[in-house]
Structure formats: C-alpha cells, structure tokens
C-alpha cells in the first residue's frame, strides 16, 4: 500500500500543525503595525458613543419563557433566543459589563435584555467562537442549569465550556450536524478568527450553524467577513426562512474587513444564503471599533433596496424586541 493510498486526507481549513484557518478566497487583513496602533491608541480613544436612539431597547420587559414557537429575541450584540421545534435556544451569550478577561475589555453602553441570574432554563446553547463578546464566563457561570443543558459549538470550545461546568457539549467541524429531538443543528464555516489570549490565536475553531426544525430553517452568522463559501452554503444547505447577519464593528476595514461584515455585506450574504430575510446583530450594544454604533441599520435597510433584496426582509430588532419568522 502506498503512502498516499494510507494518508488521512485533512480538510482545508485545517492547519496541518494544529489549528485552523479561513475557507479558500476569504479576504485578508491589509493593515500594517501602524495601522493596529493607529485604531487601538488614536481612533478607539478618540470613539464616543452617541446618545442612544429612540426605540434602541423595547418598551415592555422581555420574557423568554413566553417566546413562541417559530419566534426570536434580541438580547443585545450576537446573544438570541429562538424557540424552534419546542425547543428554547440560545446563540452567544453576552450579558455581563465588560467584554475581556476578568472585567477589562470593552463595556457595553446598554444593558442585555435579560440578566444572566433570571436566564430561564434552556433547551440548548449554541456558541459560534470563543471570544469574549460570545463567549462571556461570568455569565455562562451564573446560568443555573449548566450541567442540564446542551451546549453545541466548533471544535476545541468545548474544553472551555466543560471548564465552566458545562456537561453535555457536542463539538462539530464544519459541515457535521447533530440532532436534538426535532432540531437539527449544522456547523457551517465562517470567516473569521479565534483566541482568547496572546498565544491561541485560531487554537480552536469559529463556525456559522443552521437550525432547521419542521417549519422553519434559520441561519446564524456568529461573527463573520463576507467570502465566496456562503454562496456554497447557500447551495449546499440553503434556503433559510431567516438569516441572523453581523451588521458592526466593521471599521477600519483594512483590519475589519478578514473579520467582520459592513451593512452592505451583511445582505449580500443574506443574498448568496438564499435567505428569504435578514436580521441585523453585532451593533448597537458594546463599542468594539470606533464607527457610529447606531449607523448600521439604515445603511442595513438602503443596501437591501440597492441590492433589491427589498427593504421590508432587512429586520431591525430593539434590544429586548422579538418577532416570528
């Protein structure tokens, strides 16, 4: 037997000295150091937020043990509840003050929309990547049932998960699925990064998932750039009744533009999803680069009449609003 008839043949997106990198023609970061120094040390600094818009966190108390079926909730940046198939789901949790390692990083301006302590119990938690606005440990520890409830994420998450008491974690490469009940989660590619520290860098895996129950299939984008492989996962494991797109923190976009999506792409990947509408998240709730965090939504709904996606399938949600799809 030849040595290639016995090699394992490793996927693309896997480093063959351990861990993992973007799908081919992802695009790149252009900065320089001066670039990285500039944003942290001048743009960041000089950043405010604004005064918060009218309407930005909704008018009556959100209860997530009310949700409907078929029905969604924005908690704030990435953080949803969806109840599809019965079941109770919620996407990335950020709750906390701070989004960084033991109460440093950047604070959010408005509060979640729910607390961590009032957190009903849940069916399943799905985290797309490890960064601290996804995945926040004082929150996640302050959850009830840790031990009860499912938890679905990339691989190599879930070490982290189990340390913060987490027992039922399923971890998934891209294009695996599993099943709970009548829910079937996907782990679908992304375009993006990960890391918690100086010395893991994309150490473990960031993902995009699917929910498909018996009525309804929606996407969730977590945190991700634009790229050729949504067009692929449109045809692969498309169409979506919904998909749940980043529309923030996408400036400067020499170093944003490998990581996270405008507005304007935001909907082109709503569009190559083959997504019937598009849910704007990752805005309007921490500051993590230094453009407006208000400007997204209007750029988010012209650029849906531009790309004659039509303005009425590009939903805004207030934090603590909810809707069906």
């Excluded at 849940?122 to 440990?137: C, E, K, P, R």
């Excluded at 531009?306 to 809707?323: M, S, V």
């Amino acid at each position: 037997m030849t040595r290639s008839e016995t090699a394992v043949e490793v996927p693309a997106h896997h480093r063959l000295g351990g861990g993992f990198r973007n799908p081919p023609g992802s695009p790149r970061q252009t900065a320089g150091l001066r670039d990285m120094l500039r944003f942290l040390f001048v743009d960041m600094r000089r950043a405010s937020v604004p005064p918060i818009p009218a309407g930005h966190l909704a008018a009556n108390p959100l209860s997530l043990a009310q949700l409907h079926e078929n029905e969604i909730a924005w908690l704030g940046h990435a953080c949803f509840a969806m109840r599809m198939a019965g079941q109770l789901i919620l996407t990335d949790p950020y709750l906390s003050e701070t989004a960084g390692p033991a109460g440093l990083g950047p604070k959010r301006f408005i509060p979640p929309a729910v607390s961590a302590d009032a957190l009903p119990r849940l069916d399943l938690i799905a985290i797309s990547h490890n960064h601290y606005d996804h995945i926040d440990a004082k929150a996640l520890r302050a959850y009830r049932w840790r031990a009860e409830t499912p938890v679905i994420c990339p691989l190599g998450v879930g070490k982290l998960m189990r340390k913060l008491g987490y027992e039922q974690v399923t971890e998934l490469d891209w294009w695996q699925r599993q099943v709970f009940g009548e829910l079937t989660v996907k782990c679908l590619p992304a375009v993006h990064f990960s890391g918690r520290g100086p010395f893991d860098r994309n150490r473990t895996l960031w993902a995009s998932f699917s929910f498909l129950s018996n009525e309804r299939k929606v996407w969730f984008g977590g945190d991700t750039a634009p790229g050729p492989v949504f067009r692929e996962i449109g045809e692969r494991d498309g169409p979506y009744d919904l998909a749940i797109v980043g529309i923030g923190a996408y400036e400067p976009r020499s170093i944003m533009q490998a990581s996270h999506a405008t507005p304007e792409e935001g909907i082109a990947i709503a569009r190559d999803l083959g997504a019937n509408a598009a849910l704007g998240m990752h805005w309007g709730t921490v500051m993590l680069t230094p453009e407006d965090p208000f400007e997204a939504p209007e750029r988010f709904r012209k650029a849906a009449l531009e790309q004659q996606y039509g303005e009425t399938n590009a939903w805004i949600l207030p934090i603590g609003g909810r809707r069906a799809f």
